[in-house]
């Protein structure tokens, strides 16, 4: 049996996640991750925090702290909104010396195989400080699409745009201080040298990508591939220790894959196994499915599929689950601003976790920006989660706990609600949405059942099936009424001996 491996990119270290985070990738990666191992898959899922980009500097700065400390304060609040939310990764990045090695080992790789090239590139450039200006240093109009930004992966088209490419660039260290484009040599990864295995890879995938992810492949492999900066002349980040480029640091946005095999390493060894080498899940046979925001396609699934072709003997992805942003009061959510609700403020407003899943999950926003407010989520989830599990809960509660037969009728039932669960988790369609409407749905089916003395068996064994495929979401209602997470992959009971179930609050 192959090994399936959930990766969650993690956010940047330089602050908590809020909601838009959890809607995005984190829940769903979890859900998959809980439904494919009840399904009986061997499954290692892992997440954490993105600790080198130079987004913390510009952070720490603002917030008059160490950016250390902040990298250290963030990957504590990460990991305790992840747990406040249950969402259970396996493995949990944080920046240490073995994710140091990681890094420096997986570069002298491809380094030590003539892979990078050293190449003058141009950068912005402060003359007053004598510092070059990347990513969060640098803000100005994005060159595909206009769109104002930092360098980097742009928001608005996904595209990986180049310090030096800004239409109009400032330094947001100082808006005041003169810019000038001055050329630094750095070692990079010639994308363009792997365009024919990055068509082949992506003709493959090509059905089952999400739009914007697939328009801005198509918009990249239309054009010629970058150099790919894989060293910058800056001092924040992991010194990169090739003579060649001497005081230079790995650019934080090539450590994708370096960052997915530490995840994937600690992930197994947090599950009890002993590998020989941090990477030697990615040389075995693994299906790596990753979870991000649409922006980050370019770091993942280009610029990194090619680093994974350049050495030849690793596994490529398997699917790419992409989401867009997801709004608050129809306004983008801002740390900065202080538009934000996250999920330990609605746990301490005492809103039940499985209702903030419930909900996140039926307004992810999978293929364009989907809006969360209290008041709808308040009325979605008492009208199609709360009222109608409560009125079954009391059914089977009613009910006498001794066998009751199960006929043929309500065994096809359980087949078809596996499948059709099984349809929305599938990794090559993986869609929480469609797993959230199949679960009001059943739940909606099981509400208007007509139970009677003689079909009492088919409706508790139909509600436990229920229950089982709608675990991944519902957690703590599923660990309270089942004695395990397992779906049934047979169906041959003949018998169902119902149990108490608990009831929603809201």
Not at 18 to 27: C, E, R, S, T, V
Not at 145 to 153: H, V
Not at 209 to 223: F, H, K, V
Not at 397 to 421: G, T
Request: aromatic letters at 10%; proline letters at 6%.
């Amino acid at each position: 049996m192959s090994k399936l491996l959930v990766i969650a990119p993690g956010p940047t270290a330089n602050g908590d996640l809020h909601l838009g985070h959890l809607a995005g990738p984190f829940l769903a990666a979890d859900i998959c991750a809980r439904y494919a191992r009840a399904a009986g898959c061997d499954v290692l899922f892992g997440t954490g925090i993105h600790s080198t980009q130079n987004y913390i500097v510009t952070t720490a700065r603002r917030l008059g702290v160490k950016p250390e400390d902040l990298r250290e304060k963030s990957a504590g609040q990460v990991e305790a909104s992840l747990a406040a939310m249950d969402i259970q990764p396996d493995g949990f990045v944080r920046f240490d010396e073995r994710y140091v090695k990681t890094v420096v080992t997986f570069f002298d790789r491809l380094h030590s195989a003539g892979k990078l090239r050293l190449r003058a590139v141009k950068f912005p450039y402060s003359p007053r400080t004598g510092e070059f200006l990347t990513d969060a240093y640098v803000r100005g109009g994005c060159p595909v699409c206009l769109t104002d930004g930092c360098a980097g992966l742009c928001e608005g088209c996904g595209h990986w745009i180049a310090s030096g490419e800004l239409v109009d660039p400032k330094s947001t260290l100082d808006p005041s201080d003169p810019v000038e484009l001055r050329e630094e040599k750095v070692l990079v990864l010639p994308v363009e040298e792997y365009r024919a295995g990055l068509e082949e890879f992506f003709a493959r995938h090509a059905p089952t990508l999400r739009p914007r992810l697939a328009r801005m492949i198509e918009e990249m492999l239309a054009r010629p591939l970058p150099d790919y900066p894989v060293t910058l002349p800056i001092s924040w980040g992991i010194p990169a220790p090739f003579p060649e480029v001497a005081g230079q640091v790995f650019y934080s946005d090539t450590e994708t894959i370096t960052w997915s095999i530490h995840a994937s390493a600690l992930a197994a060894q947090a599950r009890g196994e002993v590998l020989e080498s941090d990477d030697q899940l990615w040389f075995a046979d693994t299906e790596v499915v990753y979870f991000f925001g649409s922006d980050a396609g370019f770091a993942f699934a280009v610029a990194g599929v090619a680093m994974l072709l350049a050495l030849e003997q690793y596994v490529l992805p398997e699917q790419f689950v992409t989401n867009e942003f997801y709004e608050l009061e129809n306004d983008k959510f801002s740390t900065s601003r202080g538009h934000l609700v996250t999920g330990q403020e609605l746990l301490d407003e005492d809103v039940p976790r499985d209702l903030i899943r419930f909900y996140l999950a039926s307004t992810s926003p999978e293929f364009q920006r989907t809006n969360f407010t209290r008041a709808a989520m308040a009325e979605v989830t008492s009208s199609r989660l709360v009222a109608p599990w409560n009125r079954i809960a009391a059914k089977v509660n009613a009910l006498a706990e001794s066998p009751l037969p199960v006929s043929e009728r309500s065994r096809v039932a359980a087949r078809l609600m596996v499948e059709r669960f099984a349809g929305a988790y599938d990794v090559r369609r993986f869609s929480v949405t469609a797993a959230a409407f199949t679960l009001t749905e059943q739940l909606a089916r099981l509400d208007s059942f007509p139970l009677t003395a003689e079909n009492a068996g088919d409706f508790c064994h139909e509600v436990d099936t229920f229950l089982r495929c709608a675990g991944p979401i519902l957690t703590d209602l599923a660990g309270k009424a089942l004695g395990d997470s397992v779906i049934p992959s047979t169906f041959d009971a003949h018998e169902f001996t119902p149990r108490h179930l608990p009831e929603l609050s809201e």
